[in-house]
Protein backbone atom coordinates (compact mmCIF):
# COMPACT_ATOMS: atom_id res chain seq x y z
CA UNK A 1 0.00 0.00 0.00
CA UNK A 2 1.46 2.99 -0.75
CA UNK A 3 1.69 5.81 1.50
CA UNK A 4 0.95 9.66 0.87
CA UNK A 5 3.78 12.10 1.58
CA UNK A 6 3.56 14.13 4.80
CA UNK A 7 2.40 17.32 3.22
CA UNK A 8 -0.80 15.22 1.79
CA UNK A 9 -1.88 13.71 5.81
CA UNK A 10 -4.76 15.73 7.11
CA UNK A 11 -4.35 18.56 9.20
CA UNK A 12 -4.62 17.79 12.88
CA UNK A 13 -8.04 19.61 13.15
CA UNK A 14 -9.78 17.65 10.82
CA UNK A 15 -8.43 13.66 12.58
CA UNK A 16 -11.79 13.99 14.57
CA UNK A 17 -13.95 14.58 12.22
CA UNK A 18 -11.90 11.42 9.73
CA UNK A 19 -12.29 9.02 12.64
CA UNK A 20 -15.77 9.40 13.06
CA UNK A 21 -17.08 9.46 9.49
CA UNK A 22 -14.62 6.12 9.51
CA UNK A 23 -16.11 5.08 12.39
CA UNK A 24 -19.56 5.41 11.22
CA UNK A 25 -19.32 3.54 7.73
CA UNK A 26 -17.15 0.80 9.72
CA UNK A 27 -19.52 0.31 12.94
CA UNK A 28 -22.62 -0.73 11.29
CA UNK A 29 -20.84 -3.46 9.22
CA UNK A 30 -18.93 -4.53 12.03
CA UNK A 31 -21.74 -4.42 15.03
CA UNK A 32 -24.19 -6.60 12.25
CA UNK A 33 -21.69 -9.55 11.90
CA UNK A 34 -22.03 -12.25 14.15
CA UNK A 35 -21.28 -15.81 14.36
CA UNK A 36 -23.52 -18.47 15.46
CA UNK A 37 -22.66 -22.38 16.84
CA UNK A 38 -24.51 -25.30 16.49
CA UNK A 39 -23.91 -29.20 17.25
CA UNK A 40 -25.20 -31.60 15.38
CA UNK A 41 -24.87 -35.75 15.44
CA UNK A 42 -23.43 -36.81 12.10
CA UNK A 43 -21.36 -35.55 9.33
CA UNK A 44 -23.98 -36.14 6.68
CA UNK A 45 -26.23 -33.63 8.93
CA UNK A 46 -23.11 -31.21 9.41
CA UNK A 47 -22.73 -30.88 5.87
CA UNK A 48 -26.21 -30.38 4.63
CA UNK A 49 -26.71 -27.66 7.33
CA UNK A 50 -23.58 -25.92 6.34
CA UNK A 51 -24.47 -26.24 2.29
CA UNK A 52 -27.87 -24.93 3.21
CA UNK A 53 -27.12 -21.97 5.41
CA UNK A 54 -24.68 -21.28 2.58
CA UNK A 55 -27.07 -21.58 -0.52
CA UNK A 56 -29.72 -19.52 1.35
CA UNK A 57 -27.19 -16.55 1.78
CA UNK A 58 -28.20 -17.20 5.32
CA UNK A 59 -24.17 -17.97 6.33
CA UNK A 60 -21.29 -16.45 4.06
CA UNK A 61 -19.25 -19.84 6.02
CA UNK A 62 -19.71 -22.11 7.94
CA UNK A 63 -16.94 -24.69 9.44
CA UNK A 64 -17.33 -28.10 10.18
CA UNK A 65 -15.21 -29.05 13.10
CA UNK A 66 -15.55 -33.06 13.73
CA UNK A 67 -14.51 -34.47 17.13
CA UNK A 68 -16.42 -32.64 19.66
CA UNK A 69 -17.16 -34.18 22.63
CA UNK A 70 -20.37 -33.19 24.27
CA UNK A 71 -21.35 -33.58 28.34
CA UNK A 72 -24.90 -32.31 29.21
CA UNK A 73 -27.66 -33.37 31.06
CA UNK A 74 -30.93 -34.20 29.14
CA UNK A 75 -34.19 -35.40 30.82
CA UNK A 76 -32.50 -35.87 34.38
CA UNK A 77 -29.92 -37.69 33.16
CA UNK A 78 -25.94 -37.09 32.30
CA UNK A 79 -24.79 -37.72 28.94
CA UNK A 80 -21.74 -37.91 26.43
CA UNK A 81 -21.94 -37.89 22.55
CA UNK A 82 -19.78 -37.59 19.83
CA UNK A 83 -20.78 -34.16 17.97
CA UNK A 84 -19.67 -31.73 14.68
CA UNK A 85 -19.56 -28.33 15.88
CA UNK A 86 -20.90 -25.84 13.34
CA UNK A 87 -19.14 -22.48 13.69
CA UNK A 88 -21.34 -20.06 11.43
CA UNK A 89 -20.09 -16.49 10.03
CA UNK A 90 -23.34 -13.89 9.23
CA UNK A 91 -25.27 -11.10 9.97
CA UNK A 92 -27.40 -10.10 13.11
CA UNK A 93 -30.35 -9.96 10.96
CA UNK A 94 -30.18 -13.61 9.23
CA UNK A 95 -30.39 -15.08 12.82
CA UNK A 96 -33.89 -15.79 12.55
CA UNK A 97 -33.40 -17.03 9.37
CA UNK A 98 -30.17 -19.31 10.49
CA UNK A 99 -32.25 -20.48 13.49
CA UNK A 100 -35.38 -21.39 11.33
CA UNK A 101 -32.68 -23.74 8.86
CA UNK A 102 -31.37 -25.00 11.71
CA UNK A 103 -34.64 -26.39 13.19
CA UNK A 104 -36.01 -27.81 10.25
CA UNK A 105 -32.69 -29.74 9.27
CA UNK A 106 -31.66 -30.96 12.53
CA UNK A 107 -32.70 -33.76 14.65
CA UNK A 108 -32.30 -33.03 18.17
CA UNK A 109 -34.93 -32.05 20.12
CA UNK A 110 -33.42 -29.40 21.17
CA UNK A 111 -30.14 -27.87 18.86
CA UNK A 112 -27.60 -25.78 20.42
CA UNK A 113 -28.19 -22.51 18.21
CA UNK A 114 -25.78 -19.89 19.96
CA UNK A 115 -25.04 -16.38 18.42
CA UNK A 116 -21.86 -14.46 19.25
CA UNK A 117 -21.43 -10.55 18.44
CA UNK A 118 -17.99 -9.80 16.37
CA UNK A 119 -16.89 -7.00 18.30
CA UNK A 120 -13.94 -6.88 15.95
CA UNK A 121 -12.77 -8.14 12.47
CA UNK A 122 -10.61 -7.90 9.56
CA UNK A 123 -12.64 -5.27 7.45
CA UNK A 124 -12.23 -7.05 4.04
CA UNK A 125 -13.68 -10.25 6.06
CA UNK A 126 -16.39 -8.29 7.18
CA UNK A 127 -17.64 -7.02 3.93
CA UNK A 128 -17.42 -10.52 2.67
CA UNK A 129 -19.83 -11.30 4.71
CA UNK A 130 -22.22 -8.79 3.61
CA UNK A 131 -21.70 -9.46 0.10
CA UNK A 132 -22.22 -12.95 0.89
CA UNK A 133 -25.36 -13.07 2.14
CA UNK A 134 -26.84 -10.78 0.05
CA UNK A 135 -29.84 -11.70 -1.15
CA UNK A 136 -30.03 -9.22 -4.48
CA UNK A 137 -25.95 -10.20 -5.75
CA UNK A 138 -25.92 -12.32 -8.58
CA UNK A 139 -24.25 -15.33 -7.79
CA UNK A 140 -23.77 -19.17 -8.81
CA UNK A 141 -24.52 -21.86 -6.74
CA UNK A 142 -22.78 -24.42 -8.65
CA UNK A 143 -20.17 -25.93 -6.21
CA UNK A 144 -16.02 -25.15 -6.56
CA UNK A 145 -14.63 -28.46 -7.55
CA UNK A 146 -11.06 -26.89 -6.23
CA UNK A 147 -11.29 -27.42 -2.21
CA UNK A 148 -8.02 -26.01 -1.61
CA UNK A 149 -7.46 -21.68 -1.09
CA UNK A 150 -11.30 -19.87 -1.28
CA UNK A 151 -10.43 -17.05 -3.19
CA UNK A 152 -13.48 -14.36 -1.91
CA UNK A 153 -13.03 -13.42 -5.33
CA UNK A 154 -16.94 -11.47 -5.27
CA UNK A 155 -15.55 -9.15 -3.00
Same mark, same amino acid.
Given at each position: ????????????? *?????? $? =??? &??? #??????? +?????????? *?????? $? =??? &??? #??????? +????????????????????????????????????????????????????????????????????????????????????????????
Amino acid at each position: MRREPPSAVAPLA *DLPELT $A =RKA &VQY #RPRLMSA +IVVVTTVGTE *DQANVV $A =REL &VAR #RQAACVN +IIPGARSVYRWKGKISTDGEWMLVIKTLAEEFDGVAATIHELHDYELPEILAFNVVQGEAAFLEWIHHSTDKSAPFDDDEDEDDDEPTFSGL
